[in-house]
């Protein structure tokens, strides 16, 4: 992966790593604290994703909860750390169909929630699907798009 920063425009807050050959792209940002409930905080950031890439439908959305990084195996050694008190762990996942991809991609999305620095950590991780055209037809009418929340 590589730095897309002297690429392509990056705002100060966020960070963009992109793998020409295979497309995948790593994001990672500090935006503001969002305290929303888990599911609407994941909604709000897919939504937002789904707005920025153009996508004509949203689907296959899960959204995962930990009140602590205790919970998470890998980072139970950081939720001993003073600075992450009150960390609450949000994990998000859906498809989405984007006209200049084709065939959709997926984003994966950890959004680690700091409410004592107000600020919440976001990682996304893009990846390109590849379905066959019967999967084509399936997808299409399963398809179903969200509005804006915000």
């Keep these: 992966m590589r730095d897309q920063s002297s690429l392509i425009p990056v705002p ?11 497309g995948e792209c790593l994001i990672v940002e500090i935006v503001e604290h969002n305290p929303g409930s888990p599911q609407d905080v994941c909604r709000i950031y897919i939504d937002d994703l789904g707005q920025l890439n153009e996508a004509t439908s ?8 930990s009140d602590g990084l205790e919970a998470l195996p890998a980072m139970r050694e950081l939720a ?3 600075g992450l008190a009150g960390c609450r ?12 991809d084709g065939n959709g991609v997926s984003f994966q999305i950890l959004i680690l929630q700091l409410p004592e620095h107000s600020a919440d950590l976001v ?11 019967g999967d084509q037809s399936d997808r299409t ?8 929340i915000r």
């Design 141 to 148: 009418r399963e398809s179903r798009t969200f509005s804006k």
């Design 58 to 65: 949203v689907r296959d959305v899960s959204c995962e909860t």
């Design 123 to 133: 990682v996304s991780v893009r990846q390109a699907l590849h379905l066959s055209s």
């Design 80 to 82: 001993s750390h003073p």
């Design 89 to 100: 762990a949000l994990t998000c996942s859906c498809t989405m169909d984007l006209p200049k």
């Design 12 to 22: 100060d807050h966020q960070e963009v790593f992109l793998d020409h050959g295979t």
